[in-house]
């Protein structure tokens, strides 16, 4: 066992060293992850969302690597909390894997505190990050951050803005980043999903939206609507002209992003963690999945087990502390 | 229902049917629903306040709900009460073979609670024979024939064309 | 426009294109037969095989089998009572009082060719004005949807049979049961009991699987071996005269056009249009009596209407990015694997896309109606299977069918529950039609009535300054109150006369 153990990490750390000097390729998976059986990654929502398109798209360049087929499990339902037993039960073998957003982080804390926590599960892979941006209708008279401030101070509580899931989720705790930094209140208006926000900003119905790049970038692109500050250290590339929050002067936490990542049961070895991380990335560089990512608008990342665990508990230490301040954590 | 109403020969243990006041199942009927629009509407009445004083919060409208469906139970409370004092109509409820109805609202619990844990193919095969013995199918090839058939045709088609991973 | 019809037409010179149209097809229909399995799960699964295919390929594949998937959901509904999507519930009312006294060749024959001629008229409408109708559609804010829940929720008194008070009783548990879960606006869990698996909500397909095929196991073991159906066997090459079909032509017209319009507007989907075309024809009928035991206009105008919402959805993803129902989003997803990001640009930008889509709705349809009328001959013999095996195969696949809808015992929990709770609600009388409209609707109408109220500072106003929702709402109370004081009349001249 322990020399296993010993052969799979010099393997896991010959393929880091591959990577960083640019030798990267499936060649790498040569001595890389090899698992026994079909690998399941269990979804927590159902077939075709994102979510589920992302993974389709790894399966595909994934599983010629790794020489198994890779089985996409749909376990939608109780708010992640189907497919988070599901992980949590499967044996730590690297062949029961789950795919999470931040809204996984924010249940641990909020609906699903008591049942499952961080500490369950092993945090394997960063896949994907996706930051936030604000929009408005292209007619609108708010073009900034600062003119969307500016008119919440007029009329405290009183802008709409429309986003993504309850008070309490990823985006609403963005925007009240935004409202502590700002000094200002809006009035947030819960959506079920990012097509609804975007038809509510164009008819009117919000005065701005908040959204992922992805799907939002046509319509910048066709002059419907605009970007009017994105949640991030730096610009996007493909929407050069929109400000950062800082750049606007509202300095807020920029490590606040969407991401989509793997984790699996908690006792997983952290070698096969490694070597699991190692293969996805591999896989990512292949053509259908660069195609995937680029038309869906994310940025891919790059952390691996040991600094995507880190990532977790400093996204779980900010959502902790901005859930306190909108005073939704009952303790 | 269109379908030939003459019954089949009833075996011993078969009641052969079940006749209860129309009346007084209406009356059970909607009490209970009176009970569990009530317990409704307490815990829709538990429910946080909202943050946003624009919002009628999470219980404003099953609270509400809860109101009109309690008033329209009473009032149907009202109407089956009034019909049994003032008209002479005797309606009843009928149920044809009780007993095997009983038996197969048990059979389909106990595959519910058994699915996972004996696994959905002997599951299927066990209970669709029992289901046909409820229902009165006596001949034998019949009763091997159906359950292994569908079997078969489940599995193929979720397990092997859809790629399901059934337990 | 021409010019680009004619381009998509011409793509259908590739034989890669038709033999994408018939697996498209044959895997739709399929997969939308059996109970529990719908078109979004079909578009998924078909994900896979699209990569490395042109995506002009891909695309005519998935689009027959959303097609062919939202018409197979009618056969399980014809033949076992079993709608398999909220879209075939009307279809049930009527396909199966017909299959029950022999006639499901009839039934089969009739939903496929208001299946198909509804994709062909509503196609026509989709070419003409997908553009201006989806801008249009953009103007339906919160006020207008409430509205539009509500004129849906009016439609119960038209379609409940029996007592109105049980039919609205019917109703307030439909509206119950779709608040429970994790409320949209503020995310606090509502009667979950803190069992996180009833987080998002009551699944909608085993309800409806336990409310009509379980309810109705147990209908048949009440009724035992003895009770047999015999079809007649479809002799020539419809089961039905060429007159039957003509007569129907200003139903399907009708429906088309209202399932069409449903379609457009985004959160309003096939089963929305196919409850308020049912009602509608319900109304213009000269025999209303016959619906709900077997008529083959309300057949007709289900199913047209649900069919017809397809390219209806199609409308607001093709001309603006954004769909008009849950198997439109999942379309958007399998768009973007072939680096298609579907926006307001795509008309100028890649024109060959939604002109192929519009060609390939209009070929489809062929290829549909011939494995459904093919089909119908085999399907036709399953109603003669004898009840118990019926009954057998009808919760075995249920089971099966409940499970594989989320890899989880969870729904399969929900729908026993759904079917003994229905068996009982039947014998008591209690319409089930308004339990699963009122839950189709009642979420849509609850958060679209906060969302206003939110948006407007609590301004009640929004629900009649704005015209569309005035009108709307006008609509749902002339369609409540109606019925409402027809029943006083009848009373009032009753007791008089007595």
Known sequence: MTVWNFRTTVSAAACVAALGLGFAGPVAADDGWKPTGPVSFVMHTKPGGGTDVMVRALAHSLEPMIGQTLVVENAPGGGGATQMAKVRAAKPDGLTLGVNTVSHFTAFLTNLDGVFSADDFAWIALMQVDPILVFSEKDSAVTSITDLVELARSKPGQVNIGGFGPVGSMQHLGMTMLEQEAGVVFNWVAFESTPDIIAAVMGGHVDAGVANLGPVIEFFEADRLKGIGVLGDDRLSSVPDMQTFGEQGYNVDTSWLQVRGVFGPKDIDPALQQQIADAIFTAMEADTYQTYARSAGVEDGTHGPAEYTAFVERILTIAEAQLKAANLLSQ | MAESKERGRTSRLELNELRLAMWLCDLAGSGILLWVFWIYLQHANALRRPLNAADIGAGGFPGLLALIAIAALLLLLGIIIFRHVVTRRRASLVIQRPLFVVMTMALLVGQAILFDRIGAIVCVGGFSLAILLACGERRPMHLVGVPVALTAFIYAVFVLALGVKLP | ?498
């Open chain 3, 1 to 498: 426009m021409f010019e680009n019809l004619a381009l998509g037409f011409a793509s259908f010179a590739d034989p890669m294109v038709w033999a994408a149209v018939f697996f498209g097809a044959f895997a739709g229909y399929l997969i939308g037969a059996i109970p529990g399995l719908g078109p979004s799960l079909g578009i998924a699964l078909l994900i896979p095989f699209t990569y490395g295919m042109d995506p002009v390929v891909s695309i005519v594949g998935l689009v027959a089998l959303y097609v062919a998937a939202e018409y197979g959901g009618a056969i399980s509904a014809i033949l076992i009572n079993s709608p398999g999507t909220a879209a075939a519930v009307a279809t049930a009312w009527d396909g199966y009082p017909l299959t029950k006294s022999g006639r499901a060749g009839e039934a089969l024959t009739v939903s496929i060719v208001s299946s198909g001629m509804g994709i062909v008229v509503s196609t026509l409408f989709l070419v003409a004005t997908a553009v201006p109708l989806s801008e249009f559609a953009l103007k339906f804010g919160p006020g207008e949807y409430f509205a539009l829940a509500l004129v849906g929720l009016s439609l119960v008194s038209g379609l409940s049979t029996g007592s109105p008070v049980k039919g609205a009783i019917a109703m307030f548990i439909g509206l119950a049961l779709a608040t429970v879960g994790l409320d949209v606006q503020t995310g606090v869990p509502r009667f979950t009991g803190g069992n996180p698996d009833f987080f998002e909500g009551l699944p909608l397909v085993p309800i409806l699987l336990g409310l009509y095929a379980l309810t109705e196991v147990l209908v048949m073991i009440e009724d035992g071996a003895a009770a047999k159906t015999k079809s007649a066997p479809i002799k020539k090459l419809l089961a039905v005269p060429m007159s039957t079909l003509f007569g129907l032509k200003t139903v399907i017209a009708r429906s088309s056009l209202i399932g069409y319009v449903i379609g457009v507007i985004p959160g309003a989907g096939p089963s929305i249009a196919a409850f308020l075309s049912y009602a509608i024809s319900k109304k213009m009928s000269k025999t209303p009596e016959q619906f709900g035991k077997g008529s083959l206009e309300g057949l007709s105008s289900s199913e047209a209407a649900n069919n017809a919402a397809v390219p209806g959805s199609l409308a607001p993803l093709l001309a603006l990015g954004i769909p008009g129902s849950a198997t439109a989003a999942v379309m958007i997803g399998a768009l973007m694997v072939q680096g298609i990001q579907p926006g307001p640009l795509l008309f100028t930008k890649s024109p060959e896309i939604p002109y192929t889509i519009f060609a390939s709705l209009w070929v489809g349809v062929p290829v549909m109606m011939f494995l459904g009328l093919a089909g119908a001959r085999v399907w036709a013999k399953v109603a003669d299977i004898p009840r118990p095996a019926i009954a057998a195969i009808v919760a075995g696949i249920c089971f099966v069918g409940a499970y594989a809808s989320s890899n989880s015992m969870f729904p399969v929990y929900v729908m026993v529950a759904a079917g003994l709770v229905g068996y009982v609600l039947r014998k008591l009388d209690f319409p089930l039609a308004p339990v699963i409209l009122a839950l189709v609707l009642g979420e849509m109408m609850e958060i679209n009535f906060r969302r206003a109220l939110i948006t407007t500072q609590g301004d009640w106003a929004v629900f009649y300054s704005s015209p569309l929702t005035g009108i709307l709402l006008a609509m749902a109370a002339l369609a409540f109150l109606l019925p409402a004081f027809g029943a006083l009349q009848g009373f009032v001249r009753k007791r008089r006369a007595a």
